[in-house]
């Protein structure tokens, strides 16, 4: 089965940047996917078909795509985005997660 | 503005059965492939089944395929799923969402405890 990777921990200081990465086979063949899972939250999505914003999530949230990695980046890193970060993508009709990646701001 | 509000979790016996539902609202639900996804206490997110728009094709994670059965009701905009032959490793919060390729919008969740 398809496996995705994440390194488990990030920190970042406010204003800086943070980037998480996710790896898997070819996975610049495949649409990636991150969602953002505040504690005692639902997730939400932040990104979606690699590099696209839905309505409402902030311009400081990117994403890209190629190779064997994707990789989300926060631009100027606030407070509030301090959460769980997983990726997501479609294989064989189904659905598959990285293992998460929590981003503390310090 | 889409709601997802799932139902029917609880507490469940090793080997026994519970139903959630999803009703859904805001927008047009026989549109939209929806999908079940689980977080057991503490851990990742873990897919679980995804379900067409028509209700036609369906398609299960191998580790609740032949116990799970996801379906919709599109005249009542309503998901379920059907959980059989519990086991203590399905604990988690299950979170309906729409959509299969992208997860645009999931529910608060509902919790599901395996445990005798």
């Known amino acids: 089965s398809y496996e995705l990777t994440q390194p488990p921990a990030v920190s970042v200081s406010p204003g800086q940047a943070a980037s998480i990465t996710c790896s898997g086979d070819r996975l610049g063949d495949k649409y990636v996917c991150w969602y953002q899972q505040k504690s005692g939250q639902a997730p939400v999505l932040v990104i979606y078909?690699?590099?696209k914003r839905p309505s409402g999530i902030p311009e400081r949230f990117s994403g890209s795509n190629s190779g064997n990695t994707a990789t989300l980046t926060i631009s100027g890193t606030q407070a509030t985005d301090e959460a769980d970060y997983y990726c997501?993508?479609?294989?064989?009709?189904?659905?598959?997660f990285g293992g998460g990646t929590k981003v503390t701001v310090l | 503005e889409v709601q997802l509000l799932e139902s029917g979790g609880g507490l469940g016996q090793p080997g026994g059965s519970l139903r959630l539902s999803c009703a859904a609202s805001g927008f047009t639900f026989s549109s939209y492939s929806m999908s079940w996804v689980r977080q057991a206490p503490g851990k990742g997110l873990e897919w679980v089944s995804t379900i067409s728009r028509s209700g036609a094709r369906t398609y299960y994670a191998d580790s609740v395929k032949g116990r799970f059965t996801i379906s919709r009701d599109n005249s009542k905009d309503t998901l379920h799923l059907q959980m059989s032959s519990l086991r203590t490793e399905d604990t988690a919060v299950y979170y309906c969402?729409?959509?299969?390729?992208?997860?645009?919008?999931w529910g608060q969740g509902t919790l599901v405890t395996v445990s005798s």
């Open positions: 969402a729409k959509e299969w390729q992208q997860l645009e919008s």
């Open positions: 078909q690699n590099n």
């Open positions: 997501q993508a479609w294989d064989s009709r189904t659905v598959v």
